[in-house]
């Protein structure tokens, strides 16, 4: 249903950064980064996307404005890699937010680790697969 989108951010090197690693264990990869040389109206110097096969799904931009944290979940094939991204993601800075394990309150299958990052925002990966 969604394509992309963009999360606001603090540090754009430090974010930038936190979610290569973090994301890494799904198949996330830096796709891009555009300047304001390459895109003239960009409100910021640069701006990076990042995502599997090559197709940027998460954008960061760094902000000075205040933040209102949200919540965003990544899909993840195996339970393996749900413990991977929870692994990386506290090893680069994030703060445990809920342990890899199941959440059957959602449903019996889900499968999900939670951390929030420097900005606040809380950052999952799920797995659905029994």
């Known amino acids: ?8 951010v603090r540090d754009y090197e430090a ?10 264990p799904l ?10 040389d390459e895109v003239p109206g960009l ?3 640069k701006v990076c996307g990042i995502g599997p096969g090559g197709k940027p799904e998460l954008w960061l931009r760094p902000t000075s404005d205040p933040l209102a944290p949200t919540h965003v979940a990544f899909r993840a094939d195996t339970r393996a890699a749900v413990d991977a991204f929870h692994a990386a993601a506290l090893a680069d800075g994030g703060r445990d937010n809920g342990a890899p394990g199941l959440r059957p309150h959602y ?5 999900g680790a939670f951390v929030i990052d420097a900005d606040g925002y809380n ?8």
């Open 43 to 45: 409100p910021c110097e």
């Open 123 to 130: 950052v999952e990966a799920v797995c659905h697969a029994p």
């Open 107 to 111: 449903h019996p299958s889900y499968y």
């Open 15 to 24: 974010a930038k950064a936190f979610y290569l690693a973090a994301l890494r």
């Open 27 to 36: 198949g996330h990869a830096l796709v891009m980064e555009l300047s304001r």
């Open 1 to 8: 249903m969604i394509d992309h989108y963009t999360l606001l």
